[in-house]
């Protein structure tokens, strides 16, 4: 019998979790190639203010949602730790605290919004009509429905604001269908606030900390990840992107050599690529899907003034952005990361869907991000270190119609073929283990056949 072959194209999280997998399957070769020098992808660690361990992106993954905890205690992750129980502000002439009372930005409880000076009284009222009003359709925009429900500033200080920050989204123009515990709520009650009110009292107990991540960064749970391929009989290359596949009889060739499966965990956009001589409709759907692009600029700075203690960052909404969307006081948020000299790390992002910031030089970037932080904070943070993190194509953009175009995209695929990865079934690392691992079970499932 032929030797049975599996590809893994990428090799962020989503690819090593695919691989992972397939090398649990009935494959005789499991192969990851990656086309930059390093793993990881959109996830990256590296020494920052004296620490050895400091995110560039990604720092912490859903502790809830069973993916990416079940992926690193199978892969012998032993040092997760949590967030502190720092609190995120918001900023809107002045910082305010996230009234209490919100599931996802959605307010399921009136009093701590007519009390949050977070809100003009206007806007609170019209939040407090909320209840009231008739169901109207809204289609698949997030923003829409939020706005129609509970007015614009419930819209853009909070549910955009958090929301939108998540994924870098301009929330008017995202997919009300891929938050599905919003969706959720939107489907079966008229009034949201009532909705969230009973899904907050449905959800279990609090159960521990919301968030995870490894105490030497998240780097680690894509080395580990990677041992564990390897320690599993695959075989992972770096520097070596996939640059050609051809169909070959039942099977596929992937730069001339011959495999059974293969599994697309790149962007949607180089996927698009390989595929579009084999089949142009899934190209066309992989190249429509678009992208959002970030910069995270790292800062080690002086302790942070009393006032702004207990909490770990906050949101810009955006009606008020310039370049900064939101800034994380890291070593607040953090307890590992305490700078050995002293002082502490901030981390700052800069853009979102419709907030171009690519084109700036590192001067332009650094001056943005110490105006903008002088004026949201009130300091002149006078940073002794600084590092920029460009991440082109950071987050994918589900627009309107997204999971419908998906299954049309899916449906568009030659067998042997499966995605997987942020572009598709969810951004946050927990989505992309789980669209991995999915991807390789249909592998499994085929070559099984
Ligand atoms: C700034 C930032 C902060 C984030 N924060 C969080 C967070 O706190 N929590 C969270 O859960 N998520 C967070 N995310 C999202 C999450 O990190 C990403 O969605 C996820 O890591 C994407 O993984 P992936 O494997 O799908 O894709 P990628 O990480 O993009 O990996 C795809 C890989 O494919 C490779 N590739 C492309 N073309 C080819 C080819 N032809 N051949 C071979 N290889 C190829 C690429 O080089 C890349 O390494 C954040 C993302 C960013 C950018």
Redesign the pocket.
């Known amino acids: 019998m032929a030797e049975r072959r599996a590809l893994v ?8 979790a695919a691989a992972f997998e397939l090398t649990g399957g009935p494959f005789d070769h499991v192969e990851l ?4 020098d390093r ?5 990256a660690t590296s020494p920052f203010a004296g620490l050895d361990h400091v995110d560039e ?6 502790r809830r949602v069973p993916p ?1 905890m079940q992926l690193a205690a199978e892969v012998g992750v032993d040092d997760l730790t949590a967030p502190t129980d720092a609190t995120a502000l918001v900023w809107n002439e002045g910082l305010h605290p996230i009234p209490g009372g919100v599931v996802l930005g959605l307010p399921a409880a009136i009093r701590p919004f007519a009390t949050s000076p977070l809100l003009s009284w206007r806007g609170k009222l019209r939040a407090a009509a909320e209840p009231l009003l008739p169901a109207r359709p809204h289609g698949d925009s997030l923003g829409t429905l939020v706005r129609q429900r509970f007015g614009d500033e419930v819209h853009e200080r909070l549910v955009d604001a958090l929301v939108g920050s998540i994924y870098a989204a301009d929330t008017d123009h995202w997919s009300l269908a891929t938050v599905p515990q919003l969706a959720q709520v939107a489907a079966q009650h008229r009034s949201l606030l009532v909705g969230a009110r009973r899904s907050r009292r449905r959800a279990p107990a609090a159960g521990g900390p919301i968030f995870a991540a490894p105490a030497t960064g998240m780097a680690t749970l894509v080395a580990a990840t990677a041992d564990g391929v390897i320690a599993r009989g695959g075989l992972i290359s770096t520097g ?4 050609r596949l051809e169909h070959d009889g039942s099977g596929w060739r992937a730069d001339g050599e011959r495999f059974d499966e293969i599994v697309l ?3 949607a956009a ?1 996927a698009g ?2 595929v579009r001589p084999v089949a142009p409709d899934a190209a066309d759907a992989l190249d429509a899907v678009e992208t959002a692009d ?1 910069i ?1 600029v790292r800062l080690h700075v002086a302790d942070l003034p009393d006032r702004l203690s207990g909490h770990s960052g906050y949101l810009v909404p955006k009606p008020e952005q310039r370049l900064v969307t939101a800034a994380s006081f890291a070593s607040q948020k953090w307890a590992a990361w305490q700078p050995p000299a002293g002082g502490q790390v901030l981390r700052v ?1 800069l853009g979102r869907d419709g907030l171009p910031v690519l084109h700036l030089d590192d001067d332009a970037v650094v001056a943005a991000t110490l105006d903008e932080t002088a004026r949201h904070l009130g300091l002149d943070l006078q940073p002794t270190e600084i590092s920029i993190t460009r ?1 082109p194509g ?2 994918p953009q589900y627009r309107p119609g997204h999971v419908e175009r998906l299954a049309a995209l899916r449906a568009a695929l030659p067998p042997g073929l499966a995605l ?4 598709h079934d969810g ?4 989505a ?1 283990v789980a ?2 691992r999915a991807a390789a079970r249909q592998a499994i499932e085929r070559v099984g056949r």
């Open positions: 194209v990428g090799g962020g999280i989503a690819g090593l190639r990656e086309a930059s793993l990881g992808g959109k996830i992106a990604a720092d912490a993954f859903l990416a070596r992107p996939v640059e965990a790149s962007p180089a690529a390989l970030v995270m992002s991440w950071a987050f997987a990865g942020a572009s951004i946050g690392i927990p992309c669209s991995g």
